[in-house]
């Protein structure tokens, strides 16, 4: 089985249990750290030209006005072919219930027929929020998982609740 983890994450000021701080690593990457350690998976970080504010509060302000406007960020480099991968990990923090529009400027226009999908959020209170929906709507021909949402505060020490989740739907 070939796997591919597209995925979204923010380091330094992020939301943690209930106020701001500075996070050296993105929640959502010690997620796909654990994927890749266990299942072994091809990886693509999703990178927008234009950087978000490194303010928090300034970025979900951005990240709120892309989503009003259904916006695709311009991202530095784009995936054009996942034809070898079975399995498709699509991870990234919830910003106002959904993954970060950037996230949708790289799968816009990929070819998932065949390939199972697994959705995957950090958050720390939405849980899924419409994610799932919300991929669906740009995914035809592939079989969606139900995804796994991870409290951003527990991202860390989340490996065996990822690692049983994969293992569950493979």
């Not at 070819?111 to 035809?140: A, Q, R, V």
Request: aromatic share 12%; proline share 2%; charged share 25%.
């Amino acid at each position: 089985m070939n796997n591919l983890v597209i995925y979204y994450s923010r380091s330094g000021e992020n939301y943690v249990s209930g106020g701001i701080k500075n996070i050296e690593k993105g929640n959502t990457e010690y997620v796909v750290e654990f994927i890749q350690k266990n299942f072994g998976a091809d990886v693509f970080k999703v990178d927008t030209e234009k950087q978000y504010s490194k303010s928090y509060m300034d970025c979900i302000r951005e990240a709120q006005k892309e989503l009003d406007n259904d916006e695709r960020p311009k991202l530095k480099e784009y995936l054009s072919d996942i034809s070898k991968y079975d399995n498709v990990f699509i991870a990234g923090p919830c910003w106002w219930g959904t993954y970060p529009m950037a996230i949708f400027s790289a799968i816009e226009g990929l070819d998932f027929e065949g390939k199972k999908i697994f959705p995957i959020m950090t958050h720390e209170g939405s849980g899924m929020g419409h994610s799932e929906s919300d991929l669906k709507k740009y995914i035809n021909g592939a079989e969606f998982v139900k995804g796994l949402a991870i409290r951003g505060a527990n991202a860390n020490k989340s490996e065996q609740a990822v690692v049983d989740w994969i293992n569950e739907n493979m």
